[in-house]
Structures are given as C-alpha cells and as structure tokens.
C-alpha cells in the first residue's frame, strides 16, 4: 500500500499545479472554442488557426480570434488561447486564470456588475432559424410565429428576444446551439433565435434549415449592449484603455464585413447533402485525433482517481471503526471523536453536493480567494478522487460491517491489534466483498468526467462540444462519444469481471492460510 501511495503521489507531481503563470508578455484569452464561426476548433493551423494552450493539438480559429490576433499584436503581446466553457468564462478572468475574454460575449448591464467590456467589435443581425418546411417560413415580422415553440440560448440576451414576439410558446433556453439545432431538426422546438452569422454556419451543415431575417421595423428591438459583441475585462484593467484605442480608429463594419466573410466561408459547406453515415464517418477522419485524445485525458482521469479515491474511502472507513478505549486513553478517545466528527462532514458534503459545483468552487473559488492556482488536470484528479473516496468511505464501511462480529472478537482475544486485525483479517474480506462496487464506481467515473468541462478539462465530452460547435452537426458528433463511451465502459467491464474472478481464486488461498484464524464466508 506505501509503494502504491508512492508511486500515485508521484504521477501527480508530474503535473503542474498552476497553469501557465501570468505575464506582461502573453495575452491569455478565453473561449469556447465550439461556437462557428465567432470561435470554433480545427485540427491544424492550416487556416491561420492559433494552438490551444489547454488543449495540445487542437487550435482555435474564428472572428474572435483573428481580433485576439489583431489585439495581441498591437499591444505587443503574445496569445495564448484557453478553451473554457462559456459558464466558466468570467469566473476565469475574475480568478485570474485568463486576461481576456472574446468569446462573442455582449457588454450587457449584468455582466458589467462583475467585469469591463471594451468598445464594440462586432454588431449582429439578429434572425430566427426554422426548419425549411416550418409553416412559419415566409414570417415577415416577429410577430408571425403564433403558436410556435421558440427558445434561445441559456445565458445570452438571445432567449430574452423571445419575449417580444407575441403568441410563441417560449421554451427553456438551450445550453448551446449544437443542442438548438438538434432539438429544430427533430421537431422538439419550431425555431430559435441567433444572430445572422452563426445562422449562416448553422443551415451550412444543417440542409434542411433555413433562417428568417426581418426589416428594421418588424424586427427585435435591441440595445447596443446586447447585439454588440466587446472584449471582457477584469475590473479596472489597463489594457481596457489600450484595447479602446485600437478598437475607436478602425471602421468595425467594413472589418466585420471582411473577416467575418472569411470564417463564414471556412465553416461553410456548399454541397451535395450527404448520408448520416457518410457524414459520421467524416466527422471521424478529420476530428479523430481531438477524440482520442479526449479519451486518454478521460481514462487518466478516471484511472488514477478511482484508486486515489478507494484508498482515501479506505483510510477514512478504517479510521471512523477503530475502537478507542476512553478509560485507558481519554486523550486518544476524545481526538478520535474529533476527527470521526470531521471525517463524517466531509462525507456528508461531498456526497450530497453535485460534482460540478464542486469542480467550480475548488478550482475558480482556490484561485479567487487564496490565490492558489491549480492545473485542471491537477483539479481534475483531485476532485474526483476526494468526491469518490467521499462514497467509497461507505462502500468500505458496509464491507467492513458485513464481516462477521465474531472475527472482531477473536483477533481481539489472541491479542492483534486494531490495525493488524485490518490489514490481516478484515480488509482481504471486505476488499473481496466491494470489488463488484470498486469496479462500478470506476464506471461511473469515466462518464462523470465529463462534468469537468465546466472548469475546461479537456475529456472526451468537452473535446466532442468543440467538434460539435465547430461543425453544426450535433447528432453524428454525438453518435460518435456515446459509441466511445459504451466501447470504453463495456471493455473495463469485461476486464474488472476478470480480475475479480481471480482476486477471489487468491482471496481463498489467503483465506485458508491464515494461521491465526480460520476465514471463511460463514466468519468462524
């Protein structure tokens, strides 16, 4: 068990505990890295694509982009682009994980409560995406969508628009456009709101939508804060003033026009419709490498924190049984209390807590408030192995509880101690007896990674939301993961069953050696 803890906490110093530190020479920025054609994921730098500096070996291109680009060279910078999931992404500049966001983010009155915008550097066009044969299509107004189910994205000004059109069913905002789209394409929803430019990404992948754009008077009535799209900035950053001097001489609308011309061309497909298959399989051939290297950050991830995770659910199991005599030993029995009472909190919290709020309290809330930066791999292994030694506590404890008293009292009564009657006597028979929930627990961790893309970990889930918002083709990206993940699952399964079946053959030999004791099922 040492040499095993060892060699854990020696793989985990491998990593860095903090991310790339902060320098007058680097400008860091946050986005999404899956939302075409503002920011969206390649596998080369082929198209003047920037690498990912969270992601090695993907890079980021997109109109934001190409203005981090322009923005880095003029203030003499170089860029450095982070993926982060949009939730993450002012929690990351507030924390200081990143100096920038463009992320086609707008400068709205809440989120001015908690950073800076620059001056504008996009203003969108806002339409209504709709199936090709949706009885809405030749809609003139907002006003024509009577009846209709129509949401928009969570988070944005976009599911506010929805209000204003009179007599559509307003349906819960959707996390992200991928999701949007699919739930048009399969009929859930009868629409959704976005601005033109990601609309024209959209029905470029998506052949049998269209969107809808409206006169100036049968339109939304918008502010400038919600359809301009401006850098975001730590409360009283120096840079804001530099980024407003090199945003207030340029003509944004004939530069909007350019640029966003070039990425809309990029992401957009003029061709033959294809089969689902056909489309699968090239989804495949060219985001491959992004998948597979999902998998190896999702299998380290749930590797090493299942083990890390069983031995801190062992420790603590062991710790919350061992008996202290309060006679003999007050001091011991009173700190023993203390620490029973300690290690019972943390149980309780992190059992009854979601994995995700944890993920974001420990790895933006460490850096906020005690300036203690963390990696996210780092973050990764140590959340879900303190989430999972948090349950595997009492997966140990009914294993322990489940031997027999009696064996209690005899190791008691041929004179071992507590953690000799442990190691030589009751844990062979508990680990023998939780092995079935060991294994399971090691399941479950490989899909719940994937609630680590909020802190931007790039597991298998968040690699597949890139090529998703990269592409606009939500269900074959999607087919993809779940075949990953059940390929994954059933492997593991298979090989777990295996080593059980031996573990048992050498749990008998063990059993029936043990000098002391006769072990056996019936605990006599």
């Known amino acids: 068990m040492k040499r095993l803890v060892n060699f854990l906490l020696a793989i985990i110093l491998l990593f860095p505990i903090g991310n790339s530190y902060a320098s007058e020479d680097v400008l860091r920025v946050g986005m999404e890295v899956n939302y075409a054609p503002y920011n969206f994921s390649e596998t080369d730098d082929s198209n003047g694509g920037v690498p990912v500096a969270n992601s090695p070996g993907e890079f980021a291109n997109g109109y934001d982009v190409r203005f981090a680009k322009n923005i880095a060279d003029k203030l003499g910078k170089k860029l450095e682009i982070y993926k982060i999931e949009w939730d993450g992404l002012i929690p990351a500049l507030t924390s200081g ?15 001015r409560q908690q950073i800076d915008f620059s001056l504008p550097y996009y203003r969108a066009k806002m339409v209504v995406v709709v199936p090709k044969d949706s ?9 024509d969508f009577k009846g209709a189910k129509i949401t928009g994205q969570l988070g944005t000004f976009h599911a506010d628009m929805v209000d204003q059109m009179e007599g559509v069913i307003k349906q819960e905002p959707m996390d992200s456009f991928p999701t949007m789209i699919a739930a048009t394409n ?21 052949p049998n939508l269209t969107y809808i754009k409206f006169d100036d008077e049968h339109n939304f009535k918008t502010s400038d804060s919600d359809t301009t799209i401006a850098v975001g900035l730590v409360k009283g950053s120096p840079m804001t003033e530099e980024i407003n001097n090199y945003l207030k001489d340029l003509d944004i609308d004939k530069v909007q026009d350019e640029i966003m011309t070039e990425m809309v061309e990029i992401t957009t497909k003029d061709e033959a419709p ?5 489309e699968v399989k090239e989804i495949w051939g ?17 590797i090493l924190s299942t083990i890390l995770g069983f031995i801190i659910g062992l420790l603590v199991a062991i710790i919350r049984r061992i008996d202290v005599n309060k006679r003999t030993n007050p001091i011991g029995y009173y700190f023993h209390r203390l620490v029973n009472v300690l290690l019972s909190v943390y149980v309780e919290v992190f059992r009854g807590t979601p994995m995700m709020v944890q993920s974001v309290i420990i790895f933006y809330g460490l850096k906020q408030y005690f300036d203690i930066d963390l990696s996210t791999i780092f973050a990764a292994i140590l959340i879900v192995s303190i989430n999972t030694g948090a349950y595997l506590s009492e997966v140990v404890r009914g294993g322990i509880n489940a031997v027999d008293s009696g064996q209690f009292e005899a190791c008691k009564a041929i004179g071992l101690t507590n953690w000799q009657a442990m190691t030589g006597i009751i844990l062979p028979q508990t680990i023998r007896t939780i092995l079935p929930s060991l294994g399971n627990e090691f399941v479950i961790n490989i899909k719940d990674t994937s609630v680590l893309n909020v802190i931007s970990v790039t597991e298998l889930f968040f690699m597949s939301k890139s090529v998703a918002g990269s592409t606009y083709q939500y269900f074959p990206t999607y087919l993809i993961t779940a075949v990953i993940y059940l390929v994954l699952t059933f492997t593991i399964t298979r090989i777990l069953l295996l080593l059980e079946r031996r573990f048992n053959d050498r749990d008998f030999i063990l059993e029936s050696s043990t000098g002391a004791i006769n072990v056996n099922t019936q605990g006599k």
């Open 97 to 111: 994980k990143i100096d920038a966001i463009l992320a086609g983010m707008s400068p709205t009155d809440e989120r």
């Open 186 to 206: 399969a009929g859930t929803i009868d629409g959704y709101v976005s601005e033109e430019a990601g609309a024209e990404s959209a029905i470029s992948s998506n």
């Open 286 to 302: 060219k985001y491959s490498s992004l998948f597979l290297k999902g998998v190896v950050n999702t299998l380290f991830i749930a």
């Open 274 to 278: 294809k089969t689902f298959l056909t």
């Open 135 to 143: 009885k809405h299509i030749n809609a003139k107004s907002i006003n």
